[in-house]
């Protein structure tokens, strides 16, 4: 069973040691909520550790950035509503449409 997790560049060796040799996917999950995203952030996804993106934005540009620079995960947290701890960073099911349909 592939194991997909998602850290910042600093934790990333520690999850890598707690895997060990199962399949698994990396997510880079970049510092903020939304974040703000930063050459650093880029730099830390192609260093070849990361697989993906693990968003906390409600808009489409991070995901979009991510896949454009070779994420082949991308991972947001979705809202059907604001009655939710992480609606201020979650994506309606509208923008999530919006999402797969342009990186279709």
């Known amino acids: 069973t592939p194991i997909i997790f ?6 990333y060796r520690k999850m890598a040691d707690v895997i060990g040799d199962h399949e698994a996917f990396g997510l880079y999950c970049p510092a903020g909520h939304p974040p703000i995203l930063r050459d650093a952030d880029f730099d830390a996804f192609w260093s070849g550790a990361y697989d993906g993106l693990s968003d906390h934005s409600s808009g489409l540009e991070a995901p979009l950035a991510f896949a454009r620079a070779g994420a ?5 947290h979705l809202k059907l ?4 701890v992480d609606a ?3 994506a309606t099911p509208q ?3 919006n999402l ?3 990186l279709k």
């Open 81 to 84: 509503d604001d009655n939710c």
């Open 95 to 97: 923008t999530m449409a």
């Open 6 to 11: 998602s850290t910042d560049s600093r934790d």
């Open 88 to 90: 201020a960073f979650s």
């Open 100 to 102: 797969c349909r342009i």
């Open 72 to 76: 082949i995960i991308i991972e947001k």
